[in-house]
């Protein structure tokens, strides 16, 4: 616990996401100072609000991040310090399950080939066997925690059957079947999509790897809306152009922004989205939100909320 904050910064990093502006107003009826700021006013805030990490943040109270993974930060310098790590989880489960519904609408309904077609001045009707209908199609949600569980309830309302991977393999509120970690492959074997939802540890670095991607059927597609690290981008890229998976949507990847050069680029059945999956006109209210209640907490003497360091 902290006191509360006299002064809190909105770092300019944000820009990415939301205009910093915008957030410092939102704050700006907070008993405390908010301000916009960059690297060097750092040194003047107890707080900072970011979405990249400064070594100067060592030397504040509290960082707060606007994305639920924080594994740029420090985690072992943050707690050797004393400073506190708090992040937005819980905020974008919703914005994204309606992001991955985007996605497999477009790859049901060929909607990726019409905006492509539209392109080049092209009236060309898919195939009359090409689109599909979603409800009776099965998603297998790798990860079943709150982005999980958010995808799951999206994809649910469209009548897809939902299956989750978790690591004890223990039943969630929403998934039909959850099959434990060490029963992946069996787990995505069967499914239409298997989307995966995970954070990057050392446990899911590359999980999604030659043998999972061979594990999956022939005509299932791959998602991704967690950490570009976990899927083996070269074995995912081999798998794609053997024909071994029906096609990808992938909002990150191993190295952001996805280079010029990578074959993902060119596959008529992969969309890419620039890591930008919870991106919607809300998200600098909802981090405000976040804000005002641990500042509140700070206040009372209480613990803060989305604490991970």
């Known amino acids: 616990m902290i006191s509360e904050p006299d002064r809190i910064g909105v770092h300019e990093s944000v820009e990415s996401v939301f205009p910093p502006s915008e957030l410092a107003e939102y704050l700006s009826e907070l008993p405390v100072d908010v301000a ?7 040194g003047s805030c107890d707080a900072v609000v970011t979405l ?22 420090p985690f072992d310098e943050f707690e050797e310090r004393g400073v506190i790590l708090t992040n937005s989880t819980g905020i974008h489960d919703r ?25 080049e001045r092209r009236w060309e009707r898919p195939e009359w066997d090409a689109g599909f209908t979603l409800p009776g199609t099965t998603a297998c949600v790798v990860g079943t925690g709150t982005l999980g569980s958010g995808v799951a309830e999206v994809l649910g309302s469209l009548g897809v059957r939902i299956t989750g991977v978790r690591r004890s393999g223990e039943p969630v509120e929403g998934f039909e079947e959850v099959y434990a970690s060490e029963d992946l492959l069996e787990a ?4 239409d999509f298997v989307i995966v939802t995970l954070p990057v540890t050392e446990e899911t670095h590359h999980m999604f790897d ?7 059927a022939d005509d299932a597609y791959l998602v991704n809306v967690g950490r570009g690290p976990v899927v083996d981008e070269p074995a995912l890229i081999e798998a794609l152009e053997d024909d071994a998976l029906a ?3 992938l909002d990150v990847f191993e190295t952001e922004p996805l280079p010029e050069e ?3 680029w060119e596959f008529d059945e992969v969309i890419v989205t620039p890591h930008c999956a919870a991106f919607t006109e809300d998200y600098y209210r909802a981090i405000g939100d976040l804000v005002r ?7 009372r003497g209480e613990s803060f909320h989305n604490r991970v360091a």
């Open 210 to 216: 030659a043998d999972v991607l061979a594990a999956m």
């Open 188 to 191: 995505v074997a069967d499914a």
């Open 95 to 119: 914005w994204v399950g309606e992001t991955v519904a985007g996605y497999l609408l477009a790859f049901a309904r060929r909607l990726h080939e019409h905006v492509a077609n539209q392109q």
């Open 52 to 73: 990249e990490h400064r070594d100067a943040f060592l030397e504040c109270e509290w960082i707060h991040s606007i994305q639920a993974g924080v594994d740029r930060f």
């Open 36 to 42: 916009v700021i960059g690297d060097d006013e750092i």
């Open 247 to 249: 096609g990808a949507a």
């Open 293 to 299: 209640e641990n500042v509140d907490r700070a206040e």
């Open 262 to 264: 990578s074959p993902l």
